[in-house]
């Protein structure tokens, strides 16, 4: 069985998450897609997110309908910070006679040093599906000199270009601006219902 790992905050999951998600499931041969959702990313200490039952809620609406999209609690269910190595260690728990694929964005291949223990990360997974993105170069033999073994384990993923960026939705719904067709029409109803994103800067709750 082949898992893809989807890591994110999904604040909110729009229709650029699917599309990539659905490449990766076709391209990689995947069985699976795990959506993990992260409810305290490291990377984003300081900035002001949903709360995670909000987006656990946004999520469930949006994989509804596909089966071979699953949501992984594995981040929900112990205290962060959330590091990738610890969540791939659970992971293979899990899923023992699993091989595990993480899917990561090009920009984030890049920076792959800078992430908590990436050698480790690196010996742990089968592979890294890579997402291309424009203005993401990635030099792989300057990467394999920090990260040894990296280069035999990435996995380029075609897919369209979407420019859309949940930072970019919520942007758009604090300053009035159209966003609705950015989102699942599951996604955009809890989004109007919740009554999300109406100011950056303040923290969102259910109501």
């Given at each position: 069985m082949r898992i893809g790992i989807f890591g994110g905050t999904f604040d909110p999951p729009h229709i650029g998450h699917l599309i990539l998600a659905a490449e990766a499931l076709d391209q990689l041969k995947?069985?699976?897609?795990l959506w993990t959702l992260t409810a305290d990313p490291p990377h984003k200490q300081g900035q002001t997110i949903s709360v995670v039952e909000t987006r656990f809620q946004l999520l469930q609406a949006a994989?509804?309908?596909?089966?071979?999209?699953?949501?992984?609690?594995?981040?929900?269910?112990?205290p962060g910070p959330h590091y990738a190595v610890d969540t791939v260690r659970i992971l293979q728990?899990?899923?023992?006679?699993?091989?595990?694929?993480?899917?990561?964005?090009?920009?984030?291949?890049?920076?792959?040093?800078?992430w908590h223990t990436p050698r480790t990360l690196t010996a742990l997974v089968a592979g890294f599906?890579?997402?291309?993105?424009?203005?993401?170069?990635?030099?792989?033999?300057?990467?394999?000199?920090?990260?040894?073994?990296?280069?035999?384990?990435?996995?380029?993923?075609?897919?369209?270009?979407v420019e859309i960026s949940a930072s970019q939705i919520r942007q758009r719904a604090a300053a009035g601006q159209p966003y609705r067709y950015f989102l699942p029409p599951q996604v955009f109803t809890l989004v109007k219902a919740f009554d999300l994103y109406r100011s950056v800067g303040t923290k969102t709750v259910v109501k």
């Open positions: 995947l069985d699976q897609v994989l509804a309908d596909n089966p071979a999209f699953q949501i992984s609690q594995v981040e929900m269910d112990r728990g899990q899923y023992p006679l699993a091989e595990l694929i993480y899917l990561i964005g090009g920009d984030s291949l890049r920076d792959l040093v800078t599906g890579v997402m291309r993105r424009p203005g993401a170069d990635i030099d792989l033999d300057l990467l394999a000199r920090d990260i040894p073994g990296i280069t035999a384990k990435v996995q380029f993923i075609d897919t369209p270009l």
